[in-house]
């Protein structure tokens, strides 16, 4: 006994509790043996065979006839830490998921299309917490002395390439662009899955998307959807649903660049100075994880800030788009996010919808004016007391005289 916890001083690393020593056959290996560096190695041999022929299990079993099999495959693939295997398989499971009808009625409230979806955000969100997490150069070097590097759920694979390498600075590199591939991978089947003909799916992908930390390729994404969407009848109930939770994501992408310009604003000299000012936390990661990532953290952090800006003015693209839109429940969401958004950018939207053909709509753009008090927002209320409707131009007649009581 005494033996052993002198060497569970040395070797912390095997486990966080003495008692999972007695449970856990890799770290038996490592105990029981007179050479521990050929045990460890052993040890580690095994670890990789088992995860492997776990993985060919899993691939055998993804081509099963039984729908339901394939969502549970789904399911745990994300909680598997090895994302370029763990998405192969839900890329098959994607290509196969309409070859084999549902024998079971048991399981048809099951859905294999959104268990899909929410596995692969899971893995790029593994992928983007590792980037995030990386730490500044001075606390990745006493990470590196203590050998807590990136001990963070759901990040271990990361982590062990760079705990096994001699060369930490060229493993970190190779976990670092795991982690951009892997990103790029789920992207790649989202895009995939954002054309399936199920309206379901589509819904998913589009709700999906505010979840990912990824401003580029998510906004990329929902611009294709706005124009593939537009080819289905209004009439259809879930043509609504998909562009509404194409603008409830986009204006989530919007607060997060937002997020991050407002912290910088806010900052003091002395948060500048220790680098405060990009916390990993709420929405600003993506950002700070640019700065983290590169060597001249001025240079970066411009282009933070230019991200942050071009996602903004994207965004405002898009809901621009959304405005035309055929359907008037869709534009009236729009109306409804516009306290979210800058003021400029919401007045610009309320003035292409001024002239909309619904009464209500334009009802419902009096009463969005009514909260904003700017020089513009009254020319608006002014052309709207011109309103061929009674009704829209006693509400814009009534809400500049409460403009002006302010």
């Known amino acids: 006994w005494q033996k052993r916890n002198s060497e569970n001083k040395k070797r912390r690393y095997y486990g966080y ?7 856990n056959l890799y770290l038996q290996i490592i105990q029981s043996a007179n050479n521990k560096t050929q045990a460890e190695k052993q040890a580690i041999n095994l670890a990789n065979q088992t995860k492997e022929k776990v993985f060919q299990l899993l691939n055998t079993l993804s081509t099963d006839k039984d729908k339901f099999i394939q969502i549970l495959i789904a399911e ?7 994302p370029v295997k763990s998405l192969k398989l839900l890329e098959k499971i994607t290509k196969n998921k309409n070859k084999y009808k549902h024998q079971s009625k048991a399981y048809s409230h099951f859905s294999i299309e959104k268990t899909l979806i929410e596995s692969i955000v899971k893995i790029h969100q ?16 006493e990470n590196q002395k203590k050998r807590r590097y990136y001990g963070r759920r759901g990040i271990s694979i990361y982590r062990q390439i ?7 600075q060229k493993a970190e590199k190779q976990a670092i662009n795991l982690a951009h591939q892997t990103k790029k991978k789920t992207f790649q089947l989202l895009n995939i899955l954002a054309k399936d003909k199920a309206a379901k799916t589509r819904e998913a992908v589009a709700s999906s998307i505010k979840k990912i930390k990824d401003p580029t390729e998510s906004l990329k994404l929902l611009e294709k959807m706005i124009k593939s969407e537009n080819k289905y009848s209004k009439k259809n109930s879930s043509y609504y649903n998909i562009k509404a939770s194409i603008i409830d994501s986009s204006i989530k992408i919007y607060t997060r660049a937002e997020d991050f310009l407002v912290t910088l604003d806010t900052q003091t000299k002395k948060q500048r100075k220790k680098r405060h000012h990009i916390s990993s936390r709420n929405n600003r990661g993506v950002y700070k994880q640019m700065i983290q990532l590169s060597t001249d953290k001025k240079k ?7 991200l942050a800006h071009q996602t903004k003015k994207k965004v405002s693209q898009l809901l621009n788009t959304l405005t035309r839109d055929k359907e008037s429940r869709v534009r009236e969401e729009i109306i409804k996010n516009t306290p979210y958004i800058d003021i400029p ?3 610009q ?21 009514e909260k ?14 011109k309103d061929p409707d009674k009704d829209v131009r006693i509400l814009a007649i009534q809400a500049m005289g409460k403009i002006n009581q302010n």
């Not at 593994?126 to 070097?141: H, M, P, R, V």
């Open 162 to 168: 760079i705990q096994y390498a001699k060369n930490k």
């Open 372 to 385: 904003i008090n700017t020089a513009k927002t009254m020319y608006l209320l002014e052309t709207l007391a």
């Open 126 to 141: 593994k992928a983007a917490s590792f980037l995030i997490y990386l730490g500044d150069e001075k606390a990745q070097k």
């Open 345 to 347: 950018e919401a007045l």
């Open 76 to 82: 745990n693939t994300a909680l598997l830490e090895s």
């Open 17 to 23: 509790r003495n008692r999972l020593l007695d449970k």
């Open 349 to 369: 939207l309320l003035e292409k919808m001024v002239t909309d053909k619904e009464v209500v709509i334009r009802k419902k753009i009096v009463k969005a004016l």
């Open 300 to 306: 970066s952090k411009r282009q933070a800030i230019n």
